[in-house]
């Protein structure tokens, strides 16, 4: 049993949560959180969550109490529900907007935090897409590995818009509601068609359900819990990031020729993540699979970087033309550690990492956590590339530091 103290104005209620699974014809009770001092919060089959937390609320709370009351109690809720799902969504009226809150509940400020669609450009039927993209999820569910590979697959090559994401997440929201990647992807797509409320309260209930730690870290893929957790680090700490720095101008020097002399091995972003302007990547290094044929290339690079004795999980050069603007994302797992060894940079270029702007000087390592919340704004009138390296988290233990 798990108890939780919650203070409603001068009421003192502690909750237990409890699973009332039907068992004969006369009960249709699905959940059932007793509340100390008052009756029951009963869930029945076909209820609407937010509908009857809401009405449990103007009944035990104290005028002007309630907003606190149904807060509490949906943040309580949340979890019990998300943690053994399938017992609830085929039996209750659940849909997106109780990731969120509820649609229809009256707040006392304009802030009504909503999943409305109705303005948002797109038909009530889901377009035959993200119908596929669906299936294709469902598929995955059931561990068929090529469906997954292919979910991902599309979802980089068909460009989605931001409408159609929407459309896409928010169902796939009713089937992995615990998922990292589809509870950030959600919140994206509501971030980009500006709903930042909803977005913002979206990844607020995923941390008080313990998906994260806090809600502007939110890796896609791997959250590894009690690792120190900041935005930016100091590179001073760091030894070796100055033996890297005294390599630039060789680094420099490579990738000034190759880029004049190769320029068929610098490939487009794939993951749509930037919209204006052009942004390349050449790896040279792959998290998994090792170092490319294009190593060949970088001879002196690659001596600066064995040469200062760390293990990189992957390394990629990265270039952004002017009126680039790289979106908000973040990183797929924070077990690692983001550098930034600017080689090209004559100003105008500034990176935001949770809540704080950057900017890059030649020469110079920027070092940060890309499991945060980051975006990229390029508005100078020249190229911007940098060194990209990864390492382990330091306090990940070595034995759980396995590339994926």
């Not at 799902?85 to 649609?103: H, M, P, V």
């Not at 700490?237 to 020097?253: H, M, N, Q, T, V």
């Not at 972003?269 to 998290?287: A, F, I, P, Q, Y």
């Amino acid at each position: 049993m798990h108890l939780r103290l919650l203070h409603l104005g001068n009421i003192a209620l502690i909750l237990s949560y409890c699973y009332v699974c039907v068992q004969n014809k006369t009960t249709n009770k699905v959940l059932s959180v007793p509340v100390t001092g008052q009756n029951d919060l009963v869930f029945n089959e076909g209820d609407n969550p937010c509908k009857v937390i809401t009405k449990y609320c103007k009944k035990i709370s104290k005028r002007g109490s309630e907003e606190t009351c149904f807060d509490q109690l949906h943040s309580a809720v949340l979890p019990q529900m998300t943690h053994t799902w399938s017992n609830f969504k085929q039996k209750l009226r659940i849909d997106a907007s109780f990731f969120i809150n509820c649609n229809n509940k009256v707040l006392k400020t304009p802030e009504v935090i909503t999943m409305d669609t109705e303005n948002l450009g797109y038909e009530a039927n889901k377009t035959d897409t993200v119908q596929d993209m669906l299936r294709l999820l469902q598929r995955a569910m059931q561990r068929d590995k090529e469906a997954l590979a292919t979910f991902n697959t599309k979802r980089n090559e068909l460009k989605l818009s931001d409408t159609e994401k929407l459309e896409l997440y928010r169902e796939a929201i009713m089937l992995l509601p615990n998922n990292l990647f589809i509870v950030d992807q959600l919140g994206l797509a509501l971030l980009f068609l500006n709903q930042e409320l909803a977005a913002r309260k979206l990844w607020a209930n995923a941390v008080n359900r313990e998906l994260w730690g806090n809600p502007l870290q939110r890796p896609v893929s791997r959250y590894v819990k009690g690792l120190t957790s900041r935005p930016w680090y100091n590179t001073a700490e760091y030894p070796f990031i100055a033996r890297l720095e005294a390599g630039y101008s060789d680094i420099k020097e490579e990738l000034l020729y190759n880029l004049k002399e190769r320029s068929y091995m610098f490939t487009e972003e794939t993951e749509n993540l930037h919209v204006g302007g052009d942004w390349t990547e050449l790896r040279l290094k792959s998290s998994g699979y090792g170092f490319t044929e294009y190593t060949q290339y970088f001879q002196k690079t690659m001596s600066h970087i064995r040469g200062c004795g760390q293990d990189f999980t992957s390394i990629k050069f990265s270039a952004i033309q002017p009126g680039t603007h790289i979106r908000t994302h973040t990183g797929p797992s924070n077990e690692r550690l983001r550098l930034h060894l600017t080689l090209l940079h004559s100003g105008g270029a500034r990176i935001r990492v949770g809540t704080d702007w950057h900017t890059w000087k030649e020469g110079e390592i920027i070092m940060f956590d890309d499991s945060w919340e980051h975006e990229v704004i390029h508005s100078g009138t020249k190229i911007r590339a940098v060194l990209i390296m990864d390492i382990w988290h330091p306090e990940l233990p070595s034995e759980k530091r396995i590339a994926h």
